[in-house]
């Protein structure tokens, strides 16, 4: 039991550093590269949007990590349990270990809730310019030899 909260835990927390920092090194990239092509000096990667990327999606990636130790626990120990030789596991989870679990859910369940909650603010306030192909037939150039052509046949 000891493994997964002092071996996985960590293991997975420092994958999920990892990554969330190889996010931010692409948001950077993307932006600057961004910038460069157009020439609009509003839209450049400041420290302080490159930080908060960063925050969020090191908090999703937690949220993640702390939500697969807590699968691989839930899978491990009956495995365990049922596997033992000598009686020395009684109880299905300790009282301790739970308490650690919920924890360690809630925390996952927040983090993950923020990174969704800011995920559908960004999507919610995308702008999307749609070309209009079916325009009305009184917008175009020749509308009046249309319709003095519809009246005379």
């Known amino acids: ?3 997964m909260f002092e071996v ?18 692409n948001y950077r990239k993307r932006h600057n590269a961004l910038t460069t092509t157009t020439a609009a000096a509003t839209e450049c990667c400041t420290p302080s949007s490159c930080l908060l990327e960063f925050l969020l999606h090191l908090s999703s990636y937690t949220a993640n990590a702390a939500l697969l130790c807590f699968v691989l626990y839930i899978l491990v120990y009956p495995v365990q349990f049922l596997t033992q030789r000598s009686l020395a596991i009684t109880l299905p989870i300790i009282k301790d270990d739970q308490r650690s679990l919920e924890i360690l859910i809630y925390a ?3 983090l993950k809730l923020i990174f969704i909650c800011v995920h559908f603010w960004r999507i919610s ?18 509308h009046f030899t249309l319709k003095n052509n519809l009246d005379t046949s």
């Open 1 to 3: 039991r000891k493994f």
């Open 8 to 25: 996985m835990l960590p293991a997975f927390l420092f994958i999920a550093l990892t990554m969330a920092m190889l996010q931010m090194l």
């Open 108 to 110: 996952a369940v927040l």
């Open 125 to 142: 306030h995308f702008d999307l310019f749609l070309i209009d192909w079916e325009r009305p037939r009184s917008c175009e150039a020749n």
